[in-house]
């Protein structure tokens, strides 16, 4: 996206600001109205004037009213314009029918107040170096005109209160038309103050909750191009151009689901605003950043590779290494925080190389290569990666990687060792590259070279360089146990030899924390200590691929004194941190990020996120592989409430009249579109896109029925949520009372790990059953047969307390498939 003044952009529809040019005009009005005032004092003018002529008091004092006018007028504009600048002050008059009996099932007052609430939740976001906390701010605030509820002396009284304080600069209308049946068409119009309208939004449809949403996100769009806003490096390209309404409606919807753990519709979303704008660098972070918080270890290295490719094409120096054209038409200052930020998340990445090597190739998938989704992608982004790290070749230091990076029908362990190292020490070469360049970033402009700084710090970066050194440093540990064939090291910072020496593991402690101190240097904030708690907990990890990993320390020398330094540089970092940027990255320490996982299960851990965080109930021990546990839990979720969804359309058209032969035809193929997409969930269900065309179809089956669209998400971690299913689907009703008698994490290890197991296998049942038996055709069955067989769906994925043994749920299940 080029800038504004290009001819290939569209110009916003409101008018600039230009508050300095009133403030001139009012500055120099005033001057002229004083010098007016004191010209009699300082100059002599004759006593008398002829009969009938204008007097030059009388012209002086019509000049003087003149002039006290005009300064008032410029000052009124003046702060008129700052206001629509600052986008911070809009009026919102109440919400209008074209008819007195519209039936909406609110009244115009409460629609007018769920539209300014929808307005207020249009936020800007902020980049950050560690997913899911971007930090976000407020810039439309919503004001109300004083006085205009009252009436006599009192209403001129209350209507003076205005002359003091900022006017309103924009102000919004909206009408509420009823078309047939359930729809509605909702015109909403934006005005700027004085005398400017954009062009009206007009909306239709049957939600009309959503259509605010949709307008409020839509009077967002007009007026932040021209506002102070935009000046933000994610929105820099967008000043004085016309932001499309559904860019910024994806936008501010995906950080709102992803808030909200709906991360399957964020990313949707997320991925419909870069249609509207495929060069936001800034779009494609947080795409990285949820895969990242998603698992989606090889898709989320494939999205920041993409942001450095399309970053350094303004960077030639970077560009004849990242194998891209450089060019130089967009300001680098722009770039320079997504840059910084893209090179430092695929240096972490790739330093997670058991995580890689863990994703490159899954035997367990190998035999469902043909129709798994999820399989099919990786191999997509296998290929993608293996042509792109074509730059490392002829680079001192780093092998030729020879076959392994090449496709082959299985990656055994030895193969699986060797990748990891080989990616350990493509992200230290990056890291320590991304270091060297970072110094040469402080002679740009000081406003840029500040916003980096405050990103990531010298001894941020310094100390991503150590856990990235640490994890290589295991990785050539385990290669020379299993292979005998270590790496040739790269040479690294001062203090961190001792880290090579991988004799054994974990390193020294006391020469890791002296490695520690050197990395942070003199001055340390937030990342800074959260970065030397991750080196920490990285010590504590065991050796081998992510998938045999486990929460503990099992095998590590001296793990209670990394676990004690790790959770003091914890407390340090939430010292650091203001309360509301801490509850923001709450779910990534203490759920997400893949460095913290073996330290979570110590009861330091516990003890540190009672006193930081005060839940409101004691800590949980959580497990290895909780977000696992959490997406099984959202695709068991997923396939029931879809199940019921149907269930519930069959029942309701089983007892309305009976269909013509043309809307049973319809009702045929949606049922038939409805398994197929069952079964594709059931194949595919660790597929986003898989999950996320199932999701839609459910919501489109309730809006079918007229019924309110329901909320699936990842459900938040809990012990008793943990065993709660675990006995509905194990049978296991005493594993929850074992665990209150003897509260080990091996024990929610264990559980959370069956668990995971168990609904896996469900999933491939009902696939196998679906591809062996056969899609279930309505045709020929009475409509209470059809809900029937959705009911005993839902009943086999319901893992509530007192549900029938499973087996015995899927046979009657399986039962109506064969027509019973």
């Known amino acids: 996206m080029g800038r504004a003044r290009s001819t290939e952009v569209e110009y916003a529809e409101l008018p600039p600001a230009r508050p300095a040019r009133w403030c001139v005009l009012a500055a120099a ?51 008129l314009e700052r206001a629509a600048l600052n986008a911070n002050r809009l009026d919102v008059a109440e919400f209008t029918y074209t008819h007195e009996d519209i039936d909406v099932g609110e009244t115009a007052a409460e629609l007018t107040a769920r539209f300014k609430r929808k307005l207020t939740e249009s936020k800007l976001y902020t980049p950050a170096a560690v997913p899911g906390v971007a930090g976000s701010y407020d810039f439309i605030r919503i004001v109300e005109g004083a006085g205009e509820g009252t009436q ?21 209308v909206g009408t509420i038309h009823q078309g047939p049946g359930r729809t509605h068409t909702l015109v909403v119009e934006l005005f700027r103050q004085p005398g400017f309208a954009a062009s009206p939004v007009i909306l239709t449809g049957d939600d009309l909750p959503d259509l605010l949403g949709r307008a409020a996100n839509a009077i967002a769009a ?83 590779d993409d942001v450095v490719t399309l970053c350094s094409r303004h960077n030639p120096k970077l560009a004849a290494w990242w ?75 780093i092998p030729d990687p020879g076959d392994l990076l090449k496709p082959r029908d299985r990656l055994d362990a030895d193969n699986a060792v060797q990748l990891r190292a080989y990616l350990c020490l493509l992200a230290q070469y990056e890291m320590e590259r991304l270091i060297h360049d970072y110094q040469p970033a402080r002679k740009i402009r000081w406003r840029t070279a500040r916003t980096l700084a405050e990103l990531l710090s010298p001894g941020t970066l310094r100390l991503g360089l150590l856990s990235v050194l640490l994890r290589r440093a295991m990785a050539e540990f385990e290669m020379r146990q299993k292979l005998d064939q270590p790496l040739r090291p790269l040479n690294g910072p001062p203090g961190t030899g001792p880290l090579y020496a991988a004799a054994s593991w974990p390193p020294d402690a006391g020469k890791l924390t002296a490695a520690v101190r050197t990395g942070m240097g003199r001055t ?5 200590h959260y970065n030397a708690a991750c080196v920490y907990a990285i010590a504590l990890l065991p050796t081998g691929l992510r998938a045999r990993t486990r ?75 909780v977000h696992i546990w959490e997406l099984v839990c959202y695709c068991t979720a997923l396939v029931a409430e879809s199940a019921r969804q149907h269930e519930r359309c069959w029942r309701l058209r089983d007892a309305g009249p009976p269909a013509g032969s043309g809307q049973l035809a319809d009702w045929q193929a949606a049922e038939t579109a409805a398994w197929e997409a069952i079964s594709a969930l059931a194949t ?28 699936v998400r990842f459900p938040p971690y809990s012990e008793r949520e943990l065993f709660t299913r675990y006995a509905a689907l194990s049978g296991d009703t005493a594993a929850a009372e074992e665990w209150k008698k003897d509260p080990a994490p091996r024990r929610v290890d264990e559980a959370t790990a069956d668990y995971i197991s168990r609904c896996d296998e469900r999933m491939r049942l009902l696939a196998e059953a679906l591809r062996d038996r056969g899609l279930p055709d309505q045709h020929g069955e009475d409509f ?26 899927r046979e009657a299940f399986t039962a109506t498939l064969s027509g019973a």
Not at 251 to 274: I, P, T
Not at 524 to 528: F, I, L, V, Y
Request: some cysteine; overall charge positive; glycine content about 6%.
């Open 152 to 172: 006599g002396w009192w209403q001129a009284a209350t209507r003076l209160v205005t002359l003091v304080r900022p006017p309103p600069a924009f102000r919004v």
């Open 222 to 304: 007009r007026v932040m191009p021209r506002s102070k806003h935009c000046r933000s490096v994610q929105w820099a390209a967008w000043q004085d151009a016309r932001v499309p309404d559904e860019l910024f409606d994806a936008y501010e919807r995906a950080n709102q689901l992803s808030g909200q753990r709906r991360y399957d519709e964020a990313l949707a979303e997320y991925h419909r605003a870069l249609a509207h704008d495929p060069s936001n660098v800034y779009i494609r972070l947080e795409i990285g950043n949820l895969q990242e918080r998603l698992e989606m270890h090889l898709d989320a290295l494939v999205t920041y």
């Open 684 to 711: 595919s269900h660790q597929d986003w896109l898989t999950r996320y065309a199932a999701l839609t179809a459910l919501c489109d089956t309730a809006r079918e029925r007229g019924a309110p669209v329901p909320e």
């Open 524 to 528: 340390s904030g937030w990342h800074e």
């Open 551 to 625: 929460t503990g320390s099992a095998g590590v020398r001296d793990p209670e004194t990394f676990a004690r330094l790790a959770v003091e540089e914890l407390e340090k970092a939430a010292a650091n941190a203001h309360s509301g940027r801490l509850g923001r990255r709450r779910p990534w320490v203490m759920v997400e990020d893949p460095d913290l996982s073996a330290l979570r299960g110590h009861a330091r851990w516990r003890d540190f996120e009672m006193v930081t965080f005060a839940p409101e109930r004691p800590a949980p021990v959580r497990p290895h592989r």
């Open 29 to 79: 009005f005033t001057i002229l109205t004083f010098a007016l005032l004191v010209l009699p004092y300082v100059v002599a003018f004759p006593a008398r004037a002829p009969a009938g002529a204008i007097t030059l008091s009388v012209v002086f004092s019509v000049a003087v009213v003149a002039c006290v006018v005009l300064a008032l007028y410029g000052v009124g504009r003046a702060r």
């Open 784 to 809: 209470a047969h059809v809900a029937h067989r959705w009911a005993r769906l839902a009943e086999w994925f319901r893992d509530t307390p007192g549900a029938a043994p499973v087996k015995r749920r």
């Open 323 to 397: 194998n891209t054209q450089a060019s130089g038409d967009v300001p680098q200052g722009e770039l320079a925080a997504a840059l910084l930020l893209a090179r430092y998340r695929h240096a972490l990445v790739l330093a997670r190389g058991d995580w890689i090597a863990h994703e490159w190739w899954e035997p367990e998938e190998l035999e469902h290569q043909a129709w798994n989704a999820r399989e099919a992608r990786r191999v997509r982004l296998r290929e993608i990666i293996r042509q792109r790290f074509t730059r490392y070749s002829g680079i001192d230091g």
